[in-house]
């Protein structure tokens, strides 16, 4: 058995189902983890108080022979933006007279309490899960870089042994960056899959609730938990709910890969493309083909996802914004929600017409392949303070970087994860995304699988 | 043509606050469409795009708020 604090979700259920230790003995030591090494991480903004009341009633439970729950006595985070009984949420904002309730679960936070898991905590997010930032939150890898964002908080937590499994949000990527930064497992399920209800909203129609772990089994496990039917989300759609550890094993052969060569593939650092080309060899030394593609409509995207994006976030905050409490806001964030009355009515429809001529490309592409792989990033995490980053000689801003490969999968709602993939020089991760189409989660699981076990022994943080 | 003068800009700026609505004095106004500049030069490519016959990923659906709670 790995030490508790490196252990995955399903070794540590293991463990517990076989009274290896306790979930009491658990959570103290995830606790203890984090009173040592999270004030240079920064990555919770609250402990539960009642964490270790949790984690008795989880090993009385389980001392009277109830019934194994899927992540009994287990303990996880929640993003600063879910709502939870018992914990505050901030949603990231000190602005005064913005409050969120903390006597309702959201969905995520109800399954998870039922599934058995411990709420050890909330994790830091930038300001209502806009940027890349998540100040002050340290990157586990190097404390001198960015854990990359907006679930900054969920990935340096996870990445630094403080929890098996954090939860994040993705309007543009917000999952998969840290994911890829941290050098963990981060998946954005298919819009739809998993409810939204109790998050605090960036943009209606993009955000999406999901996991991030340190193996795919782990996000396996929690997207066997997570997924279903909620009326109280519109969005949310009735689909049967498969195992989505089912497909893990399967391997490579015969996985049919694409590879969209714009966009995706023409504008990376050295070592994220020569690591992701790798891979994909290998892949195909297993036995999975690669067909290449262009799509000339994602020179559209970054277009498309501003106009929703601004509109929706400037709408949700409109009141706000009208009582001067935006004024409150981080300037970064104060200005981008002030901007949605910007956005033209013609000019966001029109965004909502090239995101159905761009999902009806990817339909086409899934005629004739299963997945289709990219890097998640760019480049790897860069250090504090960046505004710009030069990829390939080229200067560009932080933001269209670090989601110019992810917003693609939110703008088409399809299932994304990210999973490690090596090391740059500097001994930061590089993560590798894979996209499935609508409701095929288990297909990308099962990818992300293949490339996990591509891997060498996963290297860790430099942290005690 | 007659230059613009400060009254006139401020004139401009007080109908164009109108039109969009928003709460922003003309100094705050300023500031953001000056931060805006660069993502509407983004959002500015839609517009040479000829989608006429592309319904928008807008659809809505009038027995929503028939579901049940749970």
Redesign the interface.
Known sequence: MDALHWATLAQLKRGLDARDFSSLELTQHLLDRIAVHDERVQSFIHLADDALAQARAADRRRHRGGAPLPLGGIPIALKDNYQSRGMPTTAGTRATGIEFSHEVDSACAERLRAAGAVLLGKTRTHEFAWGTLTPPVANPWDLERIPGGSSGGSGAAVAAGFVPMGMGSDTGGSIRIPASFCGVVGLKPTFGRVSRFGIVPHSW?LDHPGPLTRTVEDAALVMNVLAGY???D?ACQDQPVPDHTADLGRGARGLRIGVIDNHFMDRNAPAVQQCVEGRLHELQREGASVTHFSMPIL??G???I??IE?ASSGAYHDRW??E?RSTQYQPDVR?LV??G???SAV?Y?????????M?AEFRRLFDEVDVIVTPTEPLTAWKRDCDTVAINGIDESVLAASWRLTYPFNLTGLPAISVPCGFDDDGMPIGLQIAGRPFDEPMVLRCAAGVERLCATPRRPPLA | MPAASPSNDQAVQAVLARL?????DSE?LQ???A??AP??E??????T?D?RD?????VY?PT?SY????
């Open positions: 129609s909620d009326a109280r519109p020179a559209y970054l277009a498309a501003y106009a601004l914004i009208a001067g200005a002030e901007m009355r910007l956005v000019d429809l029109k965004a909502e017409q090239v995101r159905a001529v999902a | 969009l609505g928003t709460p922003l705050r500031a953001v469409l931060a805006y993502i509407l983004e959002i500015g490519k839609l517009r795009l989608l592309v319904h928008p990923a807008v659906e929503a579901r049940s709670p749970k």
